[in-house]
């Protein structure tokens, strides 16, 4: 049987990283100043950089459902018989309601779609274990089900924006609390908790925060069954960097620099860092895949 493995472009760390293999993309959009552009098709990171930084008015939205379903149906037109397709989390957004329907209404027992209850490599990695569990002959379904019960394995996933002001035009805080924020210079720790994101405090040093994230991720997932990524949206240089070596000496070298997804990118907006970690492959990193 000819199954194939769909995703959406909330799981990229490398957007070339996919292209190697024989899993799909359906690109996620970002709309600028009303016009619509497609994640890694129309736009890149530094396009959409330059637009936020430039003052655009950012948003997002669920794609059309023609679109979808012209997607699925082009794929099966291929000759694939099965598809399991992974979304971002439904805490983010009600792209995995609107794909769960499609299946339901126009694709029966022929599309699988499952609820990554994450995104960036979390997400990447329930992308490769089912493109790994379905070279061994694993039935799609059991794929699902095992992704679905090993949520609290998930790993962790932590961030911080350079300010409020995206989080503000996004509607998650209001103008009031934006604008004492960045006057003062503090910025807020998300975190990605039971698959929705939440405030887990604020702080003023970037650089000492990510090195918390680090330390305490490395105490409760170990480096031989976990990845840590360290995502970056235009984040200043000198902290960046500083992360990196940091990463570098505390994991050995084994850490996968990514980029933060557009669409969250378009939330968080540019100067955003963080770390995400997630749980590897079957026994292997994520890097290899990468």
Do not use: W
């Amino acid at each position: 049987m000819k199954i194939l493995v769909s995703t959406d472009t909330s799981c990229l760390v490398n957007y070339e990283a996919l292209k190697k293999y024989e899993i799909s993309v359906f690109p996620l959009n970002v709309i600028i100043d009303g016009e619509e552009y497609l994640d890694g098709v129309t736009i890149n990171q530094d396009q959409l950089k330059d637009a936020m930084r430039g003052g655009k008015n950012i948003k997002t939205s669920t794609p059309p459902l023609g679109e979808i379903i012209d997607y699925f149906e082009n794929l099966f037109a291929k000759g694939y018989e099965k598809i399991i397709h992974f979304t971002i989390s439904s805490k983010l957004s009600s792209m995995y309601e609107l794909f769960k329907n499609v299946a339901e209404q126009n694709f029966k027992d022929k599309l699988v779609v499952v609820d990554s209850y994450s995104l960036s490599s979390n997400m990447l990695s329930h992308v490769f274990y089912a493109y790994d569990e379905i070279a061994k002959g694993t039935p799609i379904e059991e794929i699902a089900s095992v992704i679905e019960n090993g949520r609290n394995k998930m790993g962790s996933f932590v961030f911080i924006p350079e300010n409020l002001t995206a989080l503000k035009n996004g509607g998650r805080i209001s103008p009031t609390v934006a604008l004492i924020g960045n006057t003062i210079g503090i910025k807020p720790v998300i975190v990605l908790k039971d698959g929705a994101l939440e405030k887990d405090g604020i702080i003023k040093n970037v650089k000492r925060a990510m090195i918390d994230a680090l330390d305490l991720g490395l105490k409760e997932f170990s480096k031989e069954e976990y990845d840590y990524t360290i995502i970056n949206f235009d984040c200043n240089e000198k902290v960046a960097q500083y992360v990196y070596d940091y990463a570098e000496n505390l994991l050995g070298g084994k850490y996968i620099k990514g980029v933060v997804p557009i669409n969250a990118c378009a939330h968080c907006g540019p100067g955003t860092i963080g770390v995400v970690v997630s749980p590897k492959i079957n026994g292997k990193s994520l890097i290899e895949f990468l």
